[in-house]
């Protein structure tokens, strides 16, 4: 059965986070106009537990690279590259330990 955790905080107004659990997807959409760092994580956390599942369930994590706002590619990136190491599975398909990076707006 696949989990994959979808982040994207791209946008200036809002994040969404979505679990793609063997194809049914759950998303959750927060307002985050200024404080994406603070709203991602419990918006994580939220989805995953509407799901019954635990953040170690996750098999793989997609985030929004870009192009967007300098601040909301950071705050996601960064979020996906340390959930990956700490759970040991890949980000956007790189291997474990590879980080993805982002492409901001030009």
């Known amino acids: 059965m696949a989990k994959i955790l979808k982040i994207d905080t791209s946008s200036n107004k809002q994040i969404s986070i979505e679990l793609d659990i ?13 404080l994406r760092s ?15 599942l ?16 300098f601040t909301g590619l950071r705050v996601g990136i960064a979020i996906a590259n340390t959930l990956g190491f700490l759970l040991g ?15 901001y707006n030009e």
Request: no cysteine; charged share 40%; net charge negative.
């Open 22 to 34: 063997d194809g049914k997807k759950d998303e959750l959409t927060e307002d985050a106009t200024f």
């Open 38 to 52: 603070e709203a991602t994580l419990p918006a994580i956390e939220k989805l995953i537990e509407r799901n019954n």
């Open 54 to 69: 635990e953040i170690q369930d996750i098999e793989r994590i997609e985030v929004n690279k870009g192009p967007g706002s």
């Open 89 to 103: 599975v890949p980000v956007n398909g790189k291997k474990v330990g590879e980080l993805e990076e982002p492409v």
